[in-house]
């Protein structure tokens, strides 16, 4: 099992372009969650799913879109990327809201 | 939203030392999560509590989750250098604007010197 993997590991982005973050779990997992980790601020929960075609809001949602259209893909939107979201963006799934999340790598987002 | 209060916020032991971890939070914790981070690298699920009191064990690290269900500590034993990086918890506080998912502390960094 490859787990959970975030494509793509790295990218720089000039202020107003966009780009699509691309997590894939292969452990059948019902949920499905975007975390962004900045310094000082911890992980900060941005979108989540709940399964195939449900989206959520977290903690940090403006600025960002999600879309579930296959149980085990989970994209992150940016639609007009801004320097403010400079950051490492990790992908998690979980079986349930009451079991472990796994996490993805990380992909570090520069935009300047 | 929840918060949790880790301490300290980083640590740096000799090779061979104990040392704790604690997770703070000001409401219940329906369950608490403890994750490590190698630095530039994704998190590592190390355990999970549910229960007040519950203490469970991996290798030289064990965690406890008090019986209010507000505190949990993380303890390592004869520290290594393969346990340096952050150390992470996160809370399920049941619903709210957040539903279900985690909310995390900002982490200890552990450094482990020879």
């Known amino acids: 099992n490859a787990g959970v993997t975030q494509t793509p590991k790295f990218r720089v982005l000039k202020t107003g372009q966009s780009m699509t973050l691309l997590c894939a779990q292969d452990m059948n997992h019902e949920y499905m969650y975007w975390y962004r980790q900045d310094p000082g601020m911890g992980l900060r929960l941005i979108h989540y799913?709940?399964?195939?075609?449900?989206?959520a809001k977290g903690e940090v949602p403006d600025g960002y879109n999600v879309s579930r259209l296959k149980k085990q893909n989970f994209l992150l939107g940016l639609e007009s990327a801004a320097p403010s979201q400079t950051s490492v963006y990790f992908c998690a799934s979980s079986y349930s809201s009451y079991n472990e999340q796994f996490f993805g790598p990380g992909t570090r987002l520069t935009v300047l | 939203s929840q918060e949790l209060e880790q301490s300290p916020q980083s640590l740096i032991v000799q090779e061979g030392k104990n040392l704790t971890i604690n997770c703070t939070s000001s409401k219940t914790l329906y369950g608490l999560y403890w994750y490590k981070q190698k630095y530039g690298e994704g998190l590592i699920f190390l355990m999970m509590?549910?229960?007040?009191?519950e203490e469970k064990s991996h290798e030289k690290i064990t965690a406890k989750l008090d019986e209010k269900k507000q505190q949990s500590s993380l303890h390592i034993t004869a520290s290594q250098p393969s346990h340096a990086g952050i150390y992470l918890c996160g809370a399920d506080i049941g619903y709210s604007n957040s539903g279900y998912a985690l909310n995390f502390g900002k982490g200890t960094s552990l450094l482990v010197t020879p």
């Open positions: 509590l549910q229960k007040g009191g």
């Open positions: 799913s709940v399964g195939e075609g449900t989206t």
